[in-house]
Each structure stands twice: as structure tokens, then as C-alpha cells.
């Protein structure tokens, strides 16, 4: 089982990941049914903050759960994702991924 991690850093301006959020909850479902996705959940900062965390307005982190990198290379070409990425190209200016797997 993999954890990915993807950090979507958006263009500043609330309306800019309040778009983004908006295209992830059309696909959710799309993606829960595909073959080894094991869960698919956008996170943003909770609020209000405590002294030790982090916050980034224009931050959305995608959390993933895969049964394997196949699967994930699979989810990445469907037709749905790649329409996902079209209708949010303007809003996003960055995006990091990490692929992690149990360390024990």
C-alpha cells in the first residue's frame, strides 16, 4: 500500500483554491471506484491555528492511499484526471508529490 502525498500550491487569492477544491469534489467519486484507490481526500489548514503548525492559504494537500505504483500511473492517465488537470491548470503554480510506503 502507498501514501501519496501531493502538495498543491495554488495562485494567491481564495478563489484560486476554492476552485481547485470545487474540480476535486466532482472527481472524488470518479476516483474512489478506480481499481486499487484506497482513499482520495483534499486537506487545507485547520483553523484556528496553534503555535507550532504551519499554515499556507494558497496550500491544498491531496492525501492518497494506492495498492501500487501501477495503479497510481494508471489513475494519472484517466480520462478524468486528465480533464481534472485542464480545468485547473490556471489556478495551480505548483505542485510537489510524494510517494511514501510503510518505513517498518
Known amino acids: 500500500m502507498l501514501t501519496i502525498i501531493a502538495e498543491i500550491r495554488t495562485h494567491a487569492g481564495a478563489e484560486h483554491r476554492q476552485a481547485v477544491l470545487d474540480a476535486f469534489q466532482k472527481i472524488i467519486p470518479t476516483v474512489l471506484a ?16 496553534i503555535a507550532m503548525q504551519a499554515q499556507d492559504e494558497n496550500s491544498i ?39 511514501l510506503k510503510s518505513g517498518i
Open 61 to 99: 494537500v491531496m492525501l492518497e492511499k494506492w495498492q501500487s505504483t501501477a495503479h497510481l500511473e494508471a489513475h494519472m492517465q484517466t480520462a478524468h484526471m486528465q480533464q481534472h488537470f485542464e480545468a485547473t491548470k490556471a489556478h495551480v503554480a505548483d505542485v510537489k508529490i510524494r510517494i
Open 34 to 49: 478506480e481499481d486499487g484507490c484506497h482513499g482520495y481526500e483534499p486537506l487545507v489548514d485547520h483553523l484556528p491555528a
